[in-house]
């Protein structure tokens, strides 16, 4: 390795200026980059990170560090320290992090990267955790921000420094460098290439070789989607833009009414004064730069919001409660979630226009109280207002009843479409459209409605202001009162009050509609919000890996895993409790099958070992921890269950998302390689070799279709592939042939580590 090559990435205090060092350093468009490699600087003797490396036992106070820094606010608990298991793999590491934020308040987003593409992305993901393990004892940097090319990387004393991201990307890649450099150098010098060429070619040569090659160990931190939505936004810095925004807003505004008063002053002098003309045009020259501002600003604004509103839609639908969504039916959910889409654009759109133009008003009406008809003028204006503000309420009740219509119908919709295959064979022909002419024609009554409001709001009343502010002219023109400059002012405070109702009424009519869709929308949103109290500080096993666990599992044999006293658990809406009084112990190991009639409470049962409903009464135990110390994630990803045919789903997906979905995405070849294995031995290889694209083929609605046994194969690999303590099993058999459900059943019992089958007698 020679010494041209280095450029010797040091890191400096955080907004110091660059030294002549700094200056020589090369710029960072790829092809400009003359170090060797990310990570090859064999002959560098200090390490340029090495004061901002955080030591593994001090993880937990970085993950603190980086959240309190970064404005994340998180809770004020010790910082865990995480044992030596957790730093043995990337996924037991993971585990831990993501844990250890939740403990704190926060979320970690594991990112990976290409090898080509890691600079940009390092550029993208702070706050975040870096993990460098080049060899010795792992250590972390944590990365609070950007600073154009450079990241600013805070230090044990919680002090920040920037360092290139170049110098970053070195100490990430360093490891996979090492593997292929050795040989790099061999093509090199055989090649003879010239010493002052050397380094590009290497460069090239390992982007050639590295670059698909996926590169992990970083998490990003962010708020959970299910934080408080004021503290969602002050993280995305909207309060600060919007308040930007309104800045901006008025100072434009201002300079417009100037401009027009100094160009006004001239003419109606009677002298065209140069001076004031060319105070006139720079004032108006000062407003183009003002509105570039703004539409940068509500751009950023409406990209954020629109991102945070997504984000926290996404999390809530998946927080709800698998029985809510059944109650109320996923054609209402559907309705909402299309609502989403009026707050979105609305709320924000209309509540900047509506403050703009209140402002605009204000403004307005001062103006008018200089001009001729004087505080009279001002006063129509705020009558104009209030009936402005009326009809607005009165839209928003007919918007509300029209948007009652519109999401029955789409329910409606979505259960015929549900039920399409069904009503074919089975409705009789004369009621497939039954009703269905009622709710158009209401639906059309109630859209007329509106039609009419937003008539009266958008145009009647900004018009209708324009003759009524001219006519509030006509007392002082026939007294005889008021000069012509008087006249000239009060009618550009008519023709602003005009523009500012218009804003008004659009900004109002557009708050009223994001109103309505928030009533809608906000069960989701508060969905999101049901976290649940915090996880405990980290079970014991959370770094252990699964093989280790397996083999700590044999030394506790028999250990109970999971536990229930006198269970009880009632439907709602039902008299009689489905599960009553039931206590069980079952322990590491055990291989239990479940019987009983039909409606006797088989899969209710199911669903409460596996935590997808939480009992009534009675206490339910796995390995020692209740649902509420575990966490209802935690539990069910430790027992995996196979729900009954017509609760489990194939989404649309490859075969393999479908396989692996309980487990890391993208998924790494062992992973493919384990799924493929089970398939083959649940009698799924016919399968496999059947579809044109084998693991990678789409299934689901609109992909390659399944057969019932097919499918409750995949339910049952896909329970097995969660690598979970117990697997539950609910009638999962029910579909095959005798000699596939023997061959399923030994799969079965060969890779569960504690099963629990049910089935019928
Ligand atoms: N979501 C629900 N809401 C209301 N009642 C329910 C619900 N699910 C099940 N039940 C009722 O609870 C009782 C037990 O149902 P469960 O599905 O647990 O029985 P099962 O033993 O699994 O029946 P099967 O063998 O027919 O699948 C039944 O009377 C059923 O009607």
Aim: charged content about 20%.
């Amino acid at each position: 390795m020679t010494a041209e090559a280095q450029p010797g990435w040091e890191a400096r205090p955080d907004g110091e200026e660059a030294q002549p060092g700094w200056g020589a350093r090369p710029q960072p468009g790829w092809g400009a980059r003359p170090q060797p490699g990310w990570g090859a600087r064999p002959d560098q003797a200090v390490d340029p990170l090495g004061a901002l490396e955080w030591p593994a036992e001090r993880l937990g106070d970085a993950l603190e560090a980086l959240a309190t820094q970064s404005g994340l606010g998180p809770r004020a608990v010790a910082a865990p320290v995480p044992a030596a298991g957790h730093l043995r793999s990337a996924d037991a590491l993971g585990a831990w992090i993501d844990q250890a934020a939740a403990y704190l308040g926060v979320e970690a987003e594991p990112i990976a990267a290409r090898y080509d593409e890691i600079g940009e992305a390092l550029l993208r993901v702070a706050p975040a955790l870096v993990w460098l393990r080049d060899g010795g004892a792992p250590r972390f940097l944590a990365v609070l921000g950007r600073r154009g090319r450079d990241l600013a990387a805070l230090r044990a004393d919680r002090s920040t420094a920037r360092v290139p991201v170049e110098a970053i990307a070195g100490r990430i890649c360093r490891p996979i460098e090492a593997q292929v450099l050795p040989e790099i150098e061999r093509v090199l010098a055989r090649a003879a290439v010239r010493p002052r060429r050397r380094a590009r070619a290497r460069r090239a040569l390992l982007d050639e070789r590295l670059g698909p090659v996926i590169i992990d160990g970083i998490w990003s931190l962010r708020l959970p989607p299910g934080a408080a939505l004021a503290r969602q936004a002050q993280a995305a810095r909207i309060p600060r833009r919007l308040l930007g925004l309104l800045a901006a807003h008025a100072a434009a505004y201002t300079l417009w009414i100037l401009v027009w008063m100094t160009v006004g002053r001239s003419i109606l002098d009677d002298h065209l004064d140069e001076g004031w003309l060319v105070a006139g045009a720079l004032l108006l020259a000062t407003v183009v730069p003002l509105r570039q501002l703004m539409a940068w600003l509500s751009g950023l604004v409406a990209i954020d919001s629109s991102a945070l509103v997504k984000q926290r839609l996404l999390s809530g639908a998946l927080a709800l409660d698998a029985e809510e969504v059944r109650s109320e039916g996923a054609g209402r959910f559907l309705g909402r979630v299309i609502e989403s889409e009026a707050i979105e654009g609305l709320a924000m759109g209309g509540g900047v226009a509506a403050v703009a133009s209140a402002f605009e008003l204000a403004a307005a009406a001062a103006v008018l109280a200089q001009g001729a008809a004087g505080a009279i003028h001002a006063l129509l204006l705020a009558a104009w207002a209030a009936l402005v503000l009326a009809l607005c309420v009165r839209f928003y009740r007919r918007r509300a009843r029209w948007t009652a219509a519109r999401l029955a119908m789409t329910h409606d919709l979505i259960e015929r479409l549900v039920g399409h295959r069904t009503r074919l064979a089975q409705e009789r022909h004369g009621r497939w459209h039954h009703g269905e002419d009622e709710a158009l024609a209401q639906y059309l009554l109630r859209s007329r409605d509106i039609d009419r409001s937003q008539i009266e709001i958008g145009a009647l009343m900004p018009r209708g202001w324009l003759i009524a502010g001219i006519a509030g002219l006509l007392p002082p023109f026939l007294a005889g009162t008021g000069s012509a400059g008087a006249y000239a002012v009060a009618l550009g405070g008519v023709l602003l009050a005009s523009r500012a109702l218009q804003g008004l009424s659009g900004g109002l009519s557009s708050l009223a509609s994001a109103a309505i869709a928030w009533e809608q929308v906000s069960t989701l949103f508060q969905a999101a919000a049901r976290g649940g109290p915090p996880p405990p500080p980290l079970p014991p096993d959370a770094g252990r890996s699964p093989a280790r666990a397996r083999g700590q599992e044999a030394a506790e044999a028999r250990a109970v895993v999971l536990e229930a006293h006198e269970l009880s658990f009632r439907h709602k809406g039902r008299a009689r409790p489905a599960v009553a009084d039931v206590s069980v112990r079952i322990a590491a190991g055990d291989r239990i099958l479940l019987e009983g009639p039909s409606g006797g409470g088989k899969s209710t049962l199911s669903a409460l070992l596996s935590g997808l409903r939480a009992p009534d009464v009675g206490l339910l135990l796995l390995n020692g921890l209740d649902r509420h110390m575990l966490g209802a994630a935690a539990w069910r990803r430790r027992v995996a269950a196979a729900p009954q045919f017509h609760e489990n789903h194939v989404l649309a997906g490859t075969f393999a998302y479908n396989l692996l979905m309980g487990r890391r995405w993208p998924p790494r070849p062992d992973d493919l390689a384990e799924a493929e294995e089970i398939c083959h031995e649940l009698g799924l290889g016919e399968l496999l070799g059947r579809m044109p694209g084998g693991l990678e083929q789409v299934v689901g609605e609109t992909g390659w279709q399944l057969s019932h046994g097919e499918r409750s194969r995949l339910y049952m690999a896909r329970a097995l592939l969660q690598d979970a303590e117990v697997v539950v099993l609910d009638e999962s058999f029910a579909a095959l042939d005798p000699e596939t459900l023997e061959r399923a059943l030994r799969c079965v019992l060969r890779r569960a580590r504690t099963l629990v089958v049910i089935a019928h007698p």
